[in-house]
């Protein structure tokens, strides 16, 4: 009888241990130092819940091969993994790992107080009046092009200049290749101001919503820490953009807004303006919501603290909030993603502003019959540049649609700015389709 019942008792447990294993999984994972192009040794690693608020589930660190493991509970829910790296936090390029999925890779940088080759490559002015306000949302594309790449992390790791009198209504910064979440910017006086953020190799954009008293008419006097490729002022038709006799600015053929452009502009140079008159940009009047707070699970690691898991830091300069493909916060973030919208539709023209800039500047430094030939050249490929312009846009457009698409059928955009964006883009290819016809 004994005997039985302790029969039936291990049976019963290696019932139940064989239940458990069935609902377990691992997560296996390799980190490289893609400054060295060595594996990451001794990196502490996080498992991110992505339910309630983005919880610390697990901690581990990277052996001397740069990999990782973590027993998981739940496999089928998506987990996130985070890897902290010389105070920077780091996450997978392609997401979370899926339900189904076991294993991931992430690329680490280390990290420097200051570096030569961080440049602005598009600042953007998007500005409308309404109730006594002139509201901006200044838009700053900054890129990382250090060699060996690394993050530039600490203090004042991007100047920027915003009119005397703001006062600022959201910071926000969008990594290459992540999500757009809540910063901070911090004031430094006579209207500068500085962001303590990780800036990665590839392009961040930082984006900034302020607003200033308003009575009709109001000058603005933009200023630029360094050299920007292209400036970018956007307001409604129903307002006056007026530029001062010092600025350099060229309109772009928009039949939504008034859109100018600044080309290789310098640290100094003249970009004041005047506008009056009100109105809204086209692409808000349909309700132009107010950003959303913070998003939960923003952890000081994130922004370059090696404290993992800490609660949401909201003082000024606090953490950085969800990463890469984590639950998407952009639905409430009208105009940062319009404004994104807006600076691809731009990067094609200015493309072509640029190519056309070039070969101009080839054909006038080449020696006479060069010059000759060239001319020639250029005469019998006249006809033919617009279709290689239109088919370049074309290209592009497509590109735009299908990432759209991808994003929707991820999860990765609300079903309202999914169709206000597609709205955008379609109207642009039937212009750009009837160019070509």
């Known amino acids: 009888m004994k005997f039985a019942y302790r029969t039936f008792a291990l049976i019963c447990t290696a019932v139940l241990l064989f239940a458990a294993a069935a609902f377990a999984a691992t997560i296996t994972g390799t980190v490289t130092n893609a400054t060295t192009g060595k594996p990451a040794a001794g990196d502490t690693v996080d498992l991110l819940e992505m339910q309630q608020g983005m919880n610390v589930l697990a901690s581990t660190k990277t052996d001397a091969k740069g990999s990782f493991s973590f027993n998981i509970d739940d496999p089928n829910s998506p987990h996130l993994v985070r890897v902290t790296h010389d105070g920077v936090g780091y996450f997978p390029a392609a997401g979370p790992v899926r339900p189904g999925a076991t294993s991931t890779t992430i690329d680490v ?56 009198g703001a006062q600022i209504d959201q910071a926000m910064v969008q990594p290459p290749g992540g999500m757009a979440i809540n910063t901070s910017a911090n004031s430094e006086g006579s209207g500068k101001y500085s962001f303590d953020y990780a800036i990665k190799p590839g392009e961040t954009r930082f984006e900034v919503a302020y607003h200033l008293p ?31 006799g010092g600025a350099k600015f060229a309109p772009m053929d928009d039949p939504s807004a008034t859109v100018q452009i600044a080309t290789n502009v310098k640290a100094g140079a003249d970009l004041s303006f005047q506008v009056s008159g009100n109105g809204v940009l086209q692409d808000d009047q349909a309700g132009n919501q107010q950003p959303g ?7 000081a690691a994130d922004q370059g603290s090696p404290s993992a898991g800490m609660p949401p830091d909201n003082r000024p300069g606090g953490g950085l909030g969800p990463p890469t493909d984590a639950p998407d916060p952009l639905h409430s973030y009208r105009w940062p993603i319009l404004g994104g919208l807006a600076i691809i539709l731009f ?19 080449a020696p006479l019959p060069e010059r000759a030939a060239a001319a020639t050249a250029t005469k019998e490929k006249a006809a033919a540049a617009p279709v290689e312009k239109n088919s370049m846009l074309l290209e592009g457009l497509k590109q735009e649609l299908f990432d759209l698409e991808l994003e929707k059928q991820q999860g990765r955009i609300s079903e309202s700015d999914y169709q206000q964006a597609k709205a955008a883009l379609d109207q642009t290819l039937k212009r750009a389709l009837a160019r070509k016809a």
């Open 293 to 299: 707070q913070a998003a939960p699970g923003q952890t």
């Open 214 to 244: 308003y009575s009709g008419s109001a000058k603005l006097m933009p200023k630029v820490t360094g050299d920007v490729q292209h400036f970018v002022v956007m307001t409604p038709k129903s307002m006056t953009f007026q530029p001062s």
């Open 109 to 164: 940088y280390d990290s420097s107080a200051k570096t030569s080759d961080i440049s602005t490559n598009v600042e953007v002015m998007r500005v409308q009046a309404d109730s006594g306000n002139l509201q901006i949302i200044q838009l700053i594309a900054v890129k990382n092009d250090s060699k060996p790449p690394r993050t530039v992390s600490g203090k004042k790791t991007y100047e920027f200049y915003l009119p005397e």
């Open 347 to 365: 990067c094609g023209a200015l493309f072509v502003i640029n190519s056309s800039n070039q070969q101009a500047r080839t054909t006038v430094t």
